[in-house]
């Protein structure tokens, strides 16, 4: 082992740590973002988090990467990273957090002597809240089923105007016991009650048996708790509420304020849901997978009065972050902004080089 590879943050040590302390936990004990923190092909994001890291003071830096993980603040902190490294990117230098007066701007944005050019604050759009317990608590599920050495494969009925609830680890275990009695008994049934639930038996659409999992056990296809209406609506209010916070300070700094935004990968959004309702398209865009039965409550749509979203004039426009790894980045300027972005940011839309 080399010393750059030493002196890593997210190096062989600490992959070496989480495999250790998390490596023999059931996936449902463990962080969502397990496999990123030890399996080789996610090592370019380790690294891409150091490097982003080494821009910020020491303390700030050790807080980061000490918090970094937690299920809640990996992606906020991942776009709140990829935001300073995108201004990076376009040739500006960036402060982290930089006091003004009572308020702290996530980045400030400075030109070559330090002076300061505009600020920039981020905004994640997450999952709602419970999303991370429910996935955790159907994969508990999911894993006792894959005992069952049966190759079958199942799905969850569920009402489909309602979302269906998450078993506790009691119920996961009573199903799981009574499926793998039914699935080793002589009856050949293709649905199975247990516990409130019901669960089908898959069958192969080209064969119309039972469609046969890919090893030997069970395999449980649960609700996703990800599926539903994918809309940009409420991160432009969230953009409302920063504007809403900094605008008296970009008024009285004299600079143009932008919002950096970015998604949790689980929301589905994407800055086409962004584009949609800045132009007012009349589109509807929805998330889901085989799994769920629930897709979405009804939603009135009016083709000919599509919602459509006018960043406010306090606004210099949104940096959209792409979650995707290097995370590139899209700007929309604001064609009405009382204070404009810099022309810099404003001549390179996408990028897509690493910082």
Do not use: C
């Amino acid at each position: 082992m080399d010393t750059e590879q030493a002196l890593r943050r997210f190096g062989p040590q600490f992959v070496a740590e989480q495999r250790h302390r998390y490596g023999k936990r059931p996936p449902e004990n463990r962080m969502l973002s397990y496999d990123l923190a030890v399996l080789d092909e996610y090592e370019p994001w380790r690294i891409w988090l150091d490097e982003q890291l080494d821009h910020l003071p020491t303390a700030v830096a050790a807080a980061f990467a000490a918090n970094l993980w937690r299920d809640q603040n990996f992606w906020p902190d991942v776009i709140e990273l990829a935001a300073g490294a995108v201004l990076r990117r376009r040739g500006f230098s960036v402060e982290f957090e930089r006091q003004w007066g009572n308020l702290t701007p996530d980045w400030t944005v400075v030109d070559d002597d330090g002076g300061p050019v505009a600020l920039v604050e981020v905004l994640t759009h997450s999952p709602q809240q419970g999303t991370f317990a429910k996935m955790k608590a159907w994969h508990a599920l999911v894993e006792r089923v894959k005992q069952i050495p049966v190759p079958v494969v199942l799905t969850v009925a569920g009402d489909p105007s309602r979302p269906l609830n998450a078993p506790d680890a009691r119920t996961a275990k009573r199903v799981a016991q009574d499926l793998r009695r039914a699935l080793l008994s002589p009856l050949h049934l293709t649905l199975f009650r247990s516990q409130g639930y019901t669960f089908l038996l898959q069958a192969d659409p080209g064969t119309g048996q039972a469609k046969r999992s890919s090893g030997m056990s069970t395999i449980l296809i649960p609700p996703s708790s990800m599926a539903g209406v994918v809309s940009a609506r409420s991160v432009t209010a969230g953009i409302e509420k920063k504007v809403s916070k900094y605008r008296a300070l970009a008024q009285e700094a004299g600079l143009p304020l932008i919002v950096a935004a970015g998604a949790h990968k689980f929301t589905g959004l994407q800055v086409q849901q962004l584009d949609d309702l800045l132009k007012g398209s009349p589109t509807l865009s929805v998330q889901f997978n085989i799994g769920d039965s629930f897709i979405h409550h009804p939603v009135e749509v009016d083709p000919f009065n599509p919602p459509r979203w006018t960043m406010p004039p306090e606004l210099a426009g949104v940096l959209w972050v792409n979650n995707d790894f290097p995370f590139t980045a899209a700007w929309r300027p604001n064609p009405t902004a009382a204070t404009p972005a810099p022309p810099t940011l404003i001549a390179q839309p996408a990028d897509s080089s690493r910082s």
